[in-house]
């Protein structure tokens, strides 16, 4: 398994503010990069805005900006969220980047250019002058734009095209190898190579000025701008130095694991044009190299939309629940992959049934009681106790290294769960003296368990409950650099830990 691990969202269209879709693919990679590193691996994470386009430009106009001032207003409330929500990142790249972005796209245009994998062409198409965009004839209604009740008028522009349909064969190859790009979960990769069956077209790889002026001008030519392809895209490769410092291109790119984080409806893109346009530049497709996709937030069953009433802000959930809350919730009730609902109901039941009542209240029922007898603790051990960690351990490894990340939340509450009961039916407080304070220290380094197993997905909570539970390492868990040793997973492994420290409310109660 490599030590070295690059990891990579989206990068986010800044012209509205981020809502609940953003929001579940940073809570995932996020999770999953602090799962790299508590298992002591190298990581790298990158987040960031793809500012450049059409609907940037146009919104700019709507509102009599210019487009850089939209971007500088939008981007910096993608960065509240992310910062807020307690997103790990290391990097938060801009394709409005001069210094940072820019050279690794110009150098990678001249690559493809160099290699013959860019051709111009005459693109004829239809073209609404309202839309200031092209249109197909299935947007019209009657032959007119049905947001402008004009016809469009016939265009003609020229258009570099990048050769994506020669590497058809090449990609099929890539996608179904063993040691190829990998699609996860697999029945994602089925919606990809069912297009490969349909067969590929060429991609149009930039536009005259006069219908896209914001974005990258086209080396070595005047009057035309790059297309989002080779700009946005790229972010992966600039974030790393890509053609720039080949130092850190060698780190982080040709000898690292890749992982794209992305939504469903992006997957082709990047399944099929960007693994494509490495190739053709002469750069390494480093295996494995991963998209890890995710699904769909419906709203109450609904599709979130501004018309329907029905966004829900992810700022305001967080002011009112807490961050971990959030995260909590979007692990554990959205299988990875799929499409989930996100309903207020729902939302308050967990938050009542999982981590005010089964959670918070038997760390703090465990503590106070443990307390009443003295802070001193003796963790008594068995084959059985021993056995039963080893093996909790590997399975949750096992379900986090194949991003089943709901599976893995799932199952560290099952084990709170199981707490609960046993608590319930032991009756410690019928108990006395060395009896009753084995048990509960029992419980106790249970707890002490759960939280390492909650760490990347609710790390405030986890380091709070190791706090309260007074376990020495409590106060390094959330440093980046912090790794759960070997020996913080076996029963009773924590040596040093001798006392407990001071119980309080883990989540308080919210009206609803
Ligand atoms: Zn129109």
Redesign the pocket.
């Known amino acids: 398994m490599p030590k070295r691990h690059y990891i990579t969202t989206a990068i986010d269209y800044p012209n509205a503010p981020p809502h609940m879709g953003h929001v579940l693919e940073k809570v995932l990679a996020d999770v999953v990069a602090r799962w790299w590193r508590l298992s002591g691996r190298e990581v790298r994470f990158q987040v960031g805005t793809d500012e450049h386009g059409l609907k940037i430009q146009q919104t700019a106009k709507r509102e009599g900006i210019e487009p850089s001032t939209l971007v500088e207003r939008n981007v910096p409330l993608f960065k509240d969220v992310y910062d807020r929500l307690d997103i790990s990142y290391d990097v938060f790249i801009r394709t409005t980047d001069r210094k940072r972005h820019w050279p690794t796209v110009v150098a990678l245009w001249k690559a493809l250019r160099a290699s013959g994998a860019l051709e111009k062409r005459t693109y004829k198409g239809l073209y ?4 200031e965009k092209f ?1 197909t004839k299935k947007d019209l209604v009657d032959g007119k ?1 049905p ?2 009740g ?1 016809a ?1 008028q016939e265009v003609s522009e020229e258009n570099w095209f990048f050769l994506l349909a020669r590497e058809q064969d090449w990609l099929r190859d890539l996608l179904t190898r063993e040691d190829g790009y990998r699609i996860e979960p697999a029945f994602r990769a089925n919606e990809t190579l069912a297009l490969l069956d349909q067969g590929l077209e060429d991609v149009s790889f930039s536009r005259p000025v006069s219908s896209l002026s914001w974005g990258i001008p086209v080396p070595d030519e005047e009057g035309q701008t790059m297309y989002v392809w080779c700009d946005a895209l790229t972010n992966y490769l600039s974030g790393v130095g890509g053609f720039v410092d080949s130092a850190l291109q060698k780190q982080w790119w040709d000898d690292a694991e890749v992982t794209h984080v992305i939504g469903k409806d992006i997957a082709r893109f990047h399944a099929l044009i960007w693994p494509a346009m490495l190739k053709t530049a002469g750069l390494p497709v480093p295996p494995p190299h991963r998209l890890l996709i995710h699904g769909f937030i419906t709203s109450d069953g609904q599709k979130m939309s501004k018309s329907l009433g029905n966004v829900v802000d992810p700022k305001e959930v967080m002011e009112q629940y807490g961050v971990d809350a959030l995260r909590f919730f979007l692990m554990y009730e959205i299988p990875v992959g799929n499409d989930g609902d996100f309903s207020r109901k729902r939302f308050d039941e967990m938050y009542d049934a999982k981590l005010r009542n089964q959670l918070g209240n038997l760390l703090n029922r465990v503590l106070v009681m443990i307390r009443k007898e003295g802070e001193d603790l003796t963790i008594p051990g068995s084959a059985e106790d021993a056995q039963r960690a080893v093996e909790g351990w590997s399975t949750f490894a096992t379900t986090m290294e194949r991003f089943e990340i709901h599976h893995a939340i799932q199952q560290a509450f099952h084990l709170v769960d199981v707490l609960n009961v046993g608590f319930d039916r032991a009756k410690p407080w019928t108990m006395k003296g060395e009896e009753k304070a084995a048990l509960l220290a029992r419980f106790a380094e249970s707890l002490r368990h759960v939280a390492l197993l909650l760490l990347p997905f609710i790390p405030k909570t986890a380091q709070q409950i190791s706090e309260q539970l007074g376990v020495p390492y409590a106060d390094r868990m959330l440093e980046k650099t912090f790794t759960i040793r070997p020996e913080w997973k076996t029963w009773g492994g924590c040596k040093e830990w001798k006392r407990i420290g001071e119980p309080s409310i883990l989540f308080a109660p919210v009206e609803a």
């Open positions: 609404c002058v309202g839309c249109v734009c947001d402008h004009a469009p």
